[in-house]
């Protein structure tokens, strides 16, 4: 048979009791579907789904029509051909909650990319797909930009890591209240999805704190950065620190002796001792080239900003000692608290909730996220450390 036969033509203006009068060569599919075997299905079905998603916008009746056609013309075929035909159909932009099931249900191993490409898609459709509790067609759902509500809510239930790693990098999905809690708690368990949370400029990256060890350094630094200027919780960890028998320079100059004679094991277990961290964290801590992590530990301490960039000198690389990458643990020095540094080794130690950052009286706002003068503009502090750390040269004895 000519696939040629088979074309989308406008309605012939018959009654409405006259089915499928918006395809032309109806009489032939009926008698072809009667007495042809299943190549003859698979042939049509195909030809009419392409005709179709070749198809400017139908008409209700049009739409209603081919609906009848295709519910008869799928059970005919055989799966691959039907698979074929989904695809096909999956083409269009107009397709109704129907045939949105029709390609669901038939569409096979690329369903999930349809999920995620297809124009629109009625949120019954979608609910559907959810209730049969795959997890890859979920996360395929989850990167789409027109989830409702209802959506979300059902999204957010699903124990499943693949979803919330599609949600974590959904930026149509606004991060707050709930939905907000639930993306912070996951970043703790999964680093993918911490990666993505990271990246968003409408994350508070405070909330990422416990996942600071699977963080690039850039990352640290923006979970540093996002307890600027911002009080924090009461942490346990901030009397013990106020109690410790180790005074801070005291503590300077034992790391600043053991980073120079490069003795990293007796610094994490120095790092041990002193904060109570595990002793992954400490060795994490200890063999830190880039100074992020180490900068945490001294800021907690009180560490003045000349002194502590000093021991970040003494533990980073030779080619992390620039005038940019010290000038910028200078300016944290001087806008991170000893109290926020506190809160983000409470944080590692898992002895904070972080959704408590989100209450009003904690929470990041515009004035203070401003740059300070420092950021501005050299500080003689910034320039007097930078200059006296320079003479020092890289892993000066």
């Known amino acids: 048979m000519s696939l040629e036969l088979i074309e989308w033509v406008p309605p012939l203006g018959a009654d409405a009791d006259d089915t499928m009068t918006g395809f032309k060569p109806y009489a032939t599919f009926e008698l072809l579907m009667d007495t042809g075997g299943t190549e003859r299905a698979n042939t049509l079905l195909c030809a009419a789904c392409d005709a179709f998603a070749r198809r400017g916008k139908p008409s209700a009746g049009e739409l209603d029509q081919f609906a009848v056609l295709a519910q008869k013309l799928f059970p005919g075929a055989s799966p691959a051909s039907r698979a074929k035909a989904a695809a096909t159909l999956g083409r269009s932009e107009y397709l109704s909650p129907f045939l949105e099931e029709l390609v669901v249900r038939h569409l096979g191993d690329d369903l999930a990319d349809f999920l995620v490409s297809a124009p629109r898609l ?52 606004a991060p707050k209240g709930p939905f907000l809690s639930a993306l912070a708690r996951s970043a703790q368990m999964d680093h993918q999805v911490a990666f993505s949370l990271a990246a968003r400029k409408d994350f508070d990256a405070a909330l990422l704190a416990p996942a600071f060890f699977d963080l690039s350094e850039p990352d640290r630094i923006k979970v540093i950065t996002a307890f600027a200027n911002r009080p924090t919780p009461a942490s346990p960890i901030r009397r013990t620190l106020e109690q410790i028998s180790v005074a801070a320079p005291d503590l300077v100059r034992a790391l600043d002796k053991l980073f120079s004679e490069n003795r990293r094991p007796e610094i994490a277990n120095l790092l041990n001792q002193i904060t109570g961290l ?120």
Request: hydrophobic share 45%; aromatic share 6%.
């Open 278 to 397: 595990d002793e992954v964290r400490c060795g994490q801590i200890a063999h830190d080239t880039k100074g992020a992590a180490l900068f945490v530990v001294l800021s907690a301490f009180g560490t003045r900003p000349a002194e502590g960039l000093r021991v970040i000198v003494r533990a980073s690389a030779e080619e992390d000692n620039s005038a940019g990458h010290l000038g910028e643990f200078a300016r944290l020095f001087e806008t991170v608290t000893p109290n926020a540094a506190a809160f983000m080794l409470s944080a590692w130690r898992g002895e904070v909730d972080l959704i408590e950052m989100t209450r009003p009286e904690f929470r990041a706002s515009d004035r203070r996220r401003a740059p300070t003068p420092l950021a501005r503009e050299r500080s003689p502090i910034v320039d007097a450390a930078i200059e006296q750390l320079a003479r020092l040269g890289a892993r000066a004895g």
């Open 122 to 173: 009625a949120e019954s459709t979608m609910l559907k797909v959810l209730a049969s509790g795959d997890a890859n067609l979920a996360a395929a759902l989850a990167r789409r930009a027109d989830l409702s509500a209802t959506l979300h809510g059902r999204l957010f239930q699903m124990n499943s890591r693949k979803v919330y790693r599609a949600l974590a990098g959904n930026l149509s999905i």
